[in-house]
């Protein structure tokens, strides 16, 4: 069964500061990758998705991705953060021909001024 | 164009009652997927659902959970005979097909709280 895992819990960081949330994922087979943000008492956005194509993907916000299948990782990054980058983040998966998406634990993003 | 609606966004209840989510698609989306967030975790999947048609519920609970989505009306998410374990935010999900590679746009979730 398909797993991800997001393997810091927490990300402090100082404002303007570059930041990277790492996400690594277990299946070999073909899938599609997302991140999604949830600001405090709210729903999920989608901040990018991978489909297929090339492996940096570009999403809000300033944010993006890099898709290594030899690593099974898509990890997200942005080169200066800003307070209200402040929330949860979540990578999920979904095997291709699947519709159900399988989601890592979150990581807590803390930007301090 | 409204989002994906929930309600109610708070719900508390005493072990034992019934619990009833509600969840409107975006306008033009027929499909509809149920996840659950227990505190300090990710999103689980729970339950697909097509207009009328249950296509995966391999994450739904055996006993005391059951989801509908009838052809006119809410999707519901029901939880018999509520426990403490049951406390947790229900978000419910909708695409215009499947979903695929394609984006689930998420409503606020509603959150339970079973006393």
């Known amino acids: 069964a398909q797993s991800v895992t997001q393997l810091d819990s927490q990300v402090p960081v100082f404002e303007e500061a570059p930041v990277e949330l790492r996400c690594n994922y277990s299946s070999s087979v073909s899938v599609y990758l997302f991140w999604y943000v949830q600001y405090p008492n709210q729903g999920l956005q989608l901040l990018l998705k991978?489909?297929?194509?090339?492996?940096l993907v570009k999403g809000i916000n300033g944010f993006e991705a890099e898709f290594n299948k030899s690593q099974t990782s898509f990890h997200l990054r942005k080169p200066s953060v800003h307070i209200s980058d402040t929330a949860e983040y979540f990578c999920?998966?979904?095997?291709?021909?699947?519709?159900?998406?399988?989601f890592g634990q979150g990581t807590r993003l803390t930007i301090n001024p | 164009n409204a989002g994906v609606m929930q309600n109610p966004r708070h719900l508390v209840r005493r072990r034992g009652q019934e619990a009833r989510l509600r969840c409107s698609p975006m306008k033009g989306h027929s499909h509809v997927y149920w996840y659950r967030q227990l505190p300090e975790e990710g999103l689980k999947f729970m339950v697909y659902l097509q207009k009328e048609n249950i296509i995966d519920e391999s994450g739904m609970p055996k006993e005391r959970f059951s989801a509908e989505f009838p052809k006119e009306g809410p999707s519901i998410l029901r939880i018999q005979q509520v426990v403490r374990g049951d406390s947790a935010a229900y978000f419910c999900?909708?695409?215009?097909?499947?979903?695929?590679?394609?984006?689930?746009?998420f409503g606020p979730g509603t959150r339970l709280t079973v006393l």
């Open positions: 991978y489909l297929s194509g090339s492996t």
């Open positions: 999900a909708s695409s215009p097909q499947l979903a695929g590679g394609n984006e689930q746009f």
């Open positions: 999920a998966v979904s095997d291709q021909g699947a519709q159900k998406l399988v």
